[in-house]
C-alpha cells in the first residue's frame, strides 16, 4: 500500500512539473502517465554509459545525478548536474544525453548517480508513439528541444563572456548546495576551472 501511495505522489509531483508548462484534463493526464514509469538508482549506478543510445529520459523525483564525457587520457568533465528543486530547470530535472535520445545515436556523455536517485521515466518509443496520439505529447517534446538550446546556449556564452569568479557567483547564487553535495573536481571541471581556482573562489567568497 505504501508502495502504491508512494507511486501517486509521484506521479503527482510529475503532473505539478508537466503543467507548469502544457495544461491537461484527466484524460490527456492518463494517456502521458500510461507511457510512464517509475524507476530507482542506487548511488554509483551508471545511468548512461559513453558510447551507448540513451533510450530513455528521467525526470527527477528525488536525488542527485551528473553527466560528463571521458577523454582519451581518462580524465572526466562535468557537462550536467541533474537534481530536483527550487531553482531546477528543465535540464536540471531530466537526466538524459539529449542529442543522443533524440536521435538514437551512441552517447557522448557518460552519466552516473551521485545519491540515491528515483525517477519517473518514459523510452524513446513511448514517446514518439505519444506524439503522435495527443497534441500535447508534441508540445512537450518541442518544449524539451527549446530548453535544451537554451541550456547549450547559455552554457557557451557563459564559458566566453563570464569571468571563472562570476560563473563561481552564478553558482553560489542559484545552486550553493551543490558544493556540499557534488566533489568539488567535478564542480571544478563544471565551471570550467581547475579544483586550485575553485579552492581560492571558495576561501574568498
Known amino acids: 500500500m505504501e508502495d502504491k501511495k508512494s507511486s501517486e505522489d509521484i506521479f503527482k509531483k510529475y503532473r505539478t512539473f508537466v503543467e507548469r508548462y502544457i ?8 494517456l502521458f502517465r500510461s ?16 558510447g551507448e543510445i540513451c533510450r530513455e529520459l528521467y525526470f ?3 536525488g542527485l545525478a551528473r553527466g560528463f564525457t571521458i577523454d582519451e587520457k581518462g580524465r572526466d568533465f562535468t557537462w ?8 531546477a530547470t528543465v535540464n536540471n530535472l531530466f537526466i538524459t544525453d539529449y542529442k543522443s535520445f533524440v ?16 525517477a519517473v521515466v518514459v523510452s524513446y518509443e513511448d514517446l514518439v508513439s505519444l ?4 497534441e500535447k505529447g508534441i508540445e512537450f517534446t518541442k518544449l524539451m528541444a527549446q530548453e535544451a538550446y537554451c541550456y547549450l546556449h547559455d552554457l ?10 562570476e560563473r563561481f557567483d552564478l553558482l553560489m547564487q542559484k545552486t550553493p548546495f551543490l558544493l556540499e553535495k557534488v566533489p568539488q573536481y567535478h564542480i571544478a571541471t563544471f565551471l570550467g576551472i581547475t579544483p586550485q581556482h575553485l579552492s581560492r573562489l571558495k576561501k574568498s567568497h
Open 35 to 50: 507511457t510512464r514509469s517509475i524507476k530507482a538508482f542506487q548511488k554509483g549506478d551508471v545511468i548512461l554509459h559513453q
Open 103 to 118: 536521435r538514437q545515436e551512441a552517447s557522448s556523455m557518460q552519466i552516473e548517480a551521485l545519491e540515491d536517485t528515483e
Open 131 to 134: 506524439s503522435g496520439k495527443s
Open 80 to 87: 550536467s548536474i541533474f537534481f530536483n528543486d527550487r531553482n
Open 60 to 62: 527527477i523525483n528525488s
Open 23 to 30: 495544461p491537461l484534463d484527466d484524460a490527456q493526464w492518463e
Open 156 to 165: 557557451v556564452i557563459q564559458r566566453q563572456i563570464k569571468s571563472a569568479q
